[in-house]
């Protein structure tokens, strides 16, 4: 029998998050506490910009981003704000978020090292490119690893595909 495999990734829906941004700005518009302090979230580039005119309100347009992004499903481990801390430019406020993706060597080298300490054994893995494929005889070990990558601590986002 041939091995069954799976590829771990890390991507990120863009037409998600766009929609999620979407939806933050248009929430940020019409909410009475964001009338009058110039906030707004906006795409910029690669990465989305979160303006108004004090932290406070930065910090709060960035909670309603981030709670449309988990209701449309899409992990917070997949952006990267750097550090939550407002920067002042003239009389406004400025916070700029990017997208994490695809598993780069150190995040595909961790998932890997997980999977051969603490995986079933008889699993082998493989890195390619961005993307980390697992393969072995069994898939109830395949489904192992899944379960054991999910119940860990990674500080990025994981998806399962091709599984077969």
């Given amino acids: 029998m041939a091995d069954s495999s799976f590829d771990i990734v890390s991507k990120v829906d863009r037409q998600e998050v766009d929609n999620a941004l979407n939806q933050s700005a248009k929430e940020i518009s019409q909410r009475y506490d964001f009338k009058n302090v110039g906030a707004s979230i906006t795409w910029s580039g690669e990465s989305i910009v979160i303006v108004a005119n004090s932290a ?47 598993l780069a060597g150190e995040s595909a080298k961790k998932v890997t090292k997980i999977i051969r300490e603490e995986g079933p054994k008889g699993v082998k893995t493989q890195i390619t490119g961005d993307e980390v494929r697992v393969t072995s005889k069994s898939r109830d070990q395949l489904q192992e690893v899944m379960a054991l990558l999910k119940g860990s601590d990674l500080d990025f986002a994981l998806q399962f595909t091709n599984y077969r």
């Avoid at 481990?77 to 994490?100: H, N, Q």
């Fill in 56 to 102: 406070e309100r930065v910090l709060a347009a960035l909670d309603v981003f981030e709670t449309k992004l988990i209701k449309r499903g899409i992990s917070l481990k997949a952006i990267d704000v750097g550090e939550r801390e407002p920067k002042a430019f003239g009389k406004e406020y400025r916070l700029a978020a990017t997208l994490k993706e695809g």
